[in-house]
């Protein structure tokens, strides 16, 4: 097959794809504005290597491993910042609705999950994430985070323990403030 | 569940996946009868059912602060940037040996005649860096064009070309002149020089050729020396020249790397009709003024009718 360069079939995959590499990067980094940044980041990579994929690669989940790599590398860098975030996330999950952004959102059970999963450590983070909401299965997610389909699975089961834990918890501070 | 039990917490990886409903036939039947006689590890499962469902909310769920518009916007005006300096090429084997074609979204961008594909690579790395990228697929139909021409299955190559590797505005200029010479039709340099007004340069007519970055399309082999000499070709390639020429009914003296006037038809710069070489007192016009045609059929097929005193069609040159 001859390709055109006039037309470019990356722009089906940046269509297909964007919004759901974003709204994952948006969990990953827990910070939602850097989702901005890695999304774009994602895909300017991905058109790079794009030519050398082969015809029948799965295309999603390649861009999944793509992103999350990034997603790694960028907590490499700022390690730091991350510790402050999981401490951040702990005193979250403490405090539980008397946080005042949390009071807003305390009542949805998504919300809450969401802000326990952005607590967790990055590797059960990204698995809970690619598994729970993107249902990648455990061989992608393995390649995403370089490791075994059996390691993705558990670190799904430890996130998936203390996301209940985390909800318990909440729960318990809740009953606790009624009179 | 009780925590102080070996068998709960064994069993806790099980009873999640039963949960998620990814669990094994084994794990599944070991899971239901453990909570037969475990009222904790019923609960546990109940609960991580319910988890389950919160957790496929988080799907449908808009994840707040998380609008991916503006990075789509911006990711778009990032790769329309890279795909404008971006460069596609392969490497082919040719009745003129290896090429490496190189095209962009403008067109064209390089013909290089090539010795080692290493070496060539290279040079495209530390022409365009990251922007280059080897994808045969794309250059491929560029290929099949140029391999009809060469096969002379046409005599037209209607590339688009993108002139990103011309060194200067000197340089397009003569590159733009020479792509103007028709099929089957020679000038000199200092023809060239003429033609873009600058006649004084020959030399550096002849330089801007020598690193011509899209030969046969940009036809630098229809370009020879005041004297008929060949002079040279891509470095010391000046076989191809020749057999380029040769190409396009072209009569070249192979031993002396020579085009001999007197046996190609000319077309004096502004007439529009071609003559023998020995009409009038062309023999003695300077080749910056001539262009010089191997056969009547190509002088013919740009347009160009016999001379009504020399008659070229009556007295044809033989061959």
């Not at chain 1, 690669?57 to 390649?62: C, D, G, I, L, Y």
């Not at chain 2, 021409?149 to 046409?154: D, F």
Request: net charge positive; glycine share 8%; hydrophobic share 40%.
């Amino acid at each position: 097959m001859v390709r055109d360069m006039t037309e470019d079939p990356f722009e089906t995959v940046v269509a297909a794809h964007h919004a759901e590499i974003h709204r994952y990067l948006a969990r990953a980094t827990s910070r939602p504005a850097e989702a901005d940044d890695l999304s774009q980041e994602t895909f300017v990579r991905a058109y790079k290597a794009y030519r050398a994929l082969p015809p029948d690669a799965n295309v999603r989940a390649w861009l999944f491993a793509i992103a999350t790599n990034l997603c790694r590398n960028h907590y490499r860098a700022e390690g730091r910042r991350r510790l402050a975030m999981a401490a951040a996330a702990a005193g979250a999950t403490e405090r539980g609705p008397s946080w005042p952004e949390g009071e807003a959102i305390a009542n949805q059970a998504s919300a809450r999950i969401d802000l326990i999963v952005a607590g967790l450590p990055f590797k059960q983070r990204a698995a809970f994430t690619l598994r729970k909401v993107h249902e990648l299965d455990y061989d992608a997610i393995g390649k995403s985070l370089e490791c075994s389909a059996e390691s993705a699975r558990a670190h799904v089961f430890q996130a998936l323990k203390k996301v209940r834990q985390g909800l318990d918890d909440l729960d318990v501070v809740h009953t606790e403030r009624q009179p | 569940m009780n925590a102080e039990n070996r068998t709960c917490r064994e069993i806790e990886p099980d009873l999640v996946a039963v949960a998620a409903g990814e669990a094994g036939a084994s794990a599944a039947r070991s899971v239901e009868r453990h909570v037969g006689i475990c009222r904790g590890c019923r609960d546990e499962l109940a609960r991580y059912r319910v988890l389950e469902g919160m957790v496929a909310d988080l799907r449908r769920a808009p994840l707040a602060g998380a609008d991916p518009t503006l990075a789509r916007a911006e990711l778009e005006s990032r790769l329309a940037d890279i795909r404008s300096r971006m460069v596609a090429y392969g490497i082919f084997s040719s009745p003129l040996g290896k090429l490496l074609i190189a095209r962009s979204e403008l067109g064209v961008s390089m013909v290089r005649y090539i010795d080692s594909e290493r070496s060539a690579k290279a040079y495209v790395a530390r022409l365009a860096g990251d922007d280059a990228v080897e994808d045969k697929a794309a250059v491929e139909g560029t290929y099949r064009e140029l391999l009809d021409y060469l096969n002379a299955r046409s005599t037209r190559l209607s590339w688009q070309l993108d002139l990103r590797w011309a060194g200067s505005d000197f340089q397009r200029r003569v590159l733009a002149a020479t792509a103007q010479l028709p099929y089957g039709a020679i000038t000199s340099y200092s023809g060239i020089a003429r033609r873009i007004g600058a006649p004084g340069s020959v030399r550096a007519v002849a330089q801007a050729l020598r690193h011509n970055p899209i030969p046969i399309a940009i036809p630098c082999h229809r370009v020879i020396g005041s004297s008929g000499d060949l002079t040279g070709y891509a470095g010391s390639k000046i076989g191809l020249k020749e057999r380029l020429l040769s190409l396009e009914g072209v009569p070249v003296g192979h031993a002396a790397h020579k085009i001999d006037r007197g046996h190609m038809y000319v077309l004096y710069e502004g007439y529009t009709e071609y003559c023998l070489p020995t009409c009038g007192s062309l023999a003695t016009e300077p080749m910056s003024q001539l262009t010089l045609f191997g056969t009547r059929r190509h002088a013919e097929s740009v347009g160009l009718t016999p001379c009504s005193s020399c008659r070229p069609d009556l007295h044809p040159i033989s061959a």
